[in-house]
């Protein structure tokens, strides 16, 4: 349910390292929590981004849940499949459900963030 191979925050981004970059989405129980999603607010290409600021929102039938960077970076590329198919958070999360990539800044932040274990963990809590 939480693939070994990310990290995740405790806001419930995922992120997945691909050299110098990181494709982040938010996780399962990220978007099962929002119910259906019908649409997804991208950030720019360029924005130069700080861990923690919000940088997208997914709107749901419940909610508008902002999206926060996991590390600091730049978005390089942002999943432009999510304007027409807001709904792939839902069906893949993991997969096609992505919402951007970020070149990072300090790729020591990654560090900082949780393993599958401790994320499953925070949400037994």
Same mark, same amino acid.
């Given at each position: ?15 997945? +390292?691909?050299?110098? +970059? ?7 129980? /990220?978007?099962?929590?929002? *119910?259906d ?14 861990? *923690? ?9 419940? #909610?508008?849940?902002?999206?926060? /960077?996991?590390?600091? *970076? ?6 432009? %499949?999510?304007? %027409? ?6 069906? %893949?999360?993991? *997969? /096609?459900g ?9 790729? #020591?932040?990654?560090d900082?963030?949780? %393993? ?10």
């Open positions: 349910m939480y693939p070994e191979d990310l990290r995740y925050s405790q806001q419930h981004e995922w992120v997945r +390292r691909e050299g110098n +970059r990181v494709r982040v989405g938010i996780t399962d129980y /990220a978007q099962q929590e929002l *119910g999603v019908v649409f997804v607010d991208l950030p720019q290409e360029g924005t130069t981004l700080q861990s *923690g600021e919000a940088f997208a929102a997914v709107e749901s039938v419940k #909610a508008v849940s902002d999206i926060y /960077a996991p590390v600091s *970076g730049r978005v390089v590329e942002v999943n432009q %499949d999510l304007a %027409d198919r807001p709904e792939l958070v839902n069906q %893949d999360p993991y *997969g /096609a992505w919402i951007a990539v970020l070149e990072m800044e300090n790729p #020591a932040e990654l900082e963030l949780l %393993d599958a274990e401790q994320y499953r963990e925070l949400l037994e809590r």
